[in-house]
């Protein structure tokens, strides 16, 4: 759905790109929309060559409200 490798899903969840995702009964993730969402902004944020000094803690704090709002 998102053209990304699942370690990489697994990197945006750790480093808290994206919200925590719950798990299945048996241990599968369970990934809602807004999870989707928060990892295309993820990759697409990351895709920023030239992001550097402030562009990239604006892009960092722009990727953790999308995180955050879509949680609430």
Known sequence: MI????NTLR?????G???PVGREANGYRSFAAY???QARIARLSGK???MSG???????????LCRDFACE
Do not use: Q
Not at 3 to 6: A, R
Not at 11 to 15: F, I, K, S
């Open 48 to 50: 920023l060559t030239w």
């Open 11 to 15: 990197l945006y969840e750790a480093t």
């Open 35 to 37: 999870h989707i969402v």
């Open 54 to 64: 402030p562009i990239r803690e604006l892009t960092l704090a722009n990727i953790r």
């Open 3 to 6: 053209g990304i490798h699942p």
């Open 17 to 19: 790109y994206i919200a």
